[in-house]
């Protein structure tokens, strides 16, 4: 007959506290022209949304709520828009 | 006096009240737009001037128009129509969350007017019907004008040619082209 025992001073689970550092290496990669803007506006999605335009300057030379307001308005559709679609009058198939 | 047409570059002076032509507005917020640069540029522009800026409910609406048009293009590869809506009047929900978010942004603009109200429609209506005959407009872009001679409004920002041909003697109008 199989008999266990453990010693009654022994607990069932014994964690014991350890020290690990965890160190990540990695690195961020923003493109230059947006490194001095909100960290939002890192990364491949917002350099495509903003590209051509030079809000390093804009960021500059604005209001920082007006600012703010600017870059959450423009670019945020890519659904290309064309001219007739301007057009009020409906042409009829 | 006269009106002057200005070909927009970065960086360009303007007066101290605009009229935003709906076309600057789309082109502005789509990247795909042929116009996107340079609409984006022409409303930082606008902004770090501190020019203020005036649009009517028309504006919206032709907004509304222009983006419901190319959302469902894009998704349908088929042009949006009359038909489709009356025969479907859901196809209008299926966008509306974002349109509205973007008219939402729209208002939040700083020296911003909506300035449908600041003029007595009479007022209004009877400028523009009779700037339709006067200057050969289409009755929308009448209206348009009639808010900016009425409102005494110094320039408009537009991307097409339909007020180049404006004779107004008794105003100064400075179209600004991009």
Redesign the interface.
Known sequence: MLQISMPSETPDYQIKSTKTDVKFNYTFHTPSRFQKINPILSGTHFY??Y???NLLY?QE???T???E??I????????????R??E?Y?P?? | MAVTIVNYTPGITFVNSVYLD??IL????????QR??SA??L??DL??N?VDLFITNLVID?YI???L???Y??DNRKEL???IIKANPQVLLQYHW?IAS?VK??L???RLTLASNLVPSKEIVVKAVNLMRTQLLSP?DAFHLAFIMKLNIDGIVTS?GDFDNLQIRRKNLIIYKY
């Open positions: 495509e949304r590209k051509g335009l804009y030379i604005m209001d709520k007006d600012f307001i600017f959450g308005f423009i670019g945020e559709e890519i659904v290309g828009v064309k001219e679609d301007f009020i409906y009829e198939d | 709906t076309n789309v082109s502005a917020r789509d990247r795909k737009s996107y640069n984006a540029l409303l930082g902004f770090s501190e032709e128009w222009a983006l048009r190319a959302y293009r894009r129509n009359q038909h974002r973007g942004k729209i939040k603009f700083r929308r097409d």
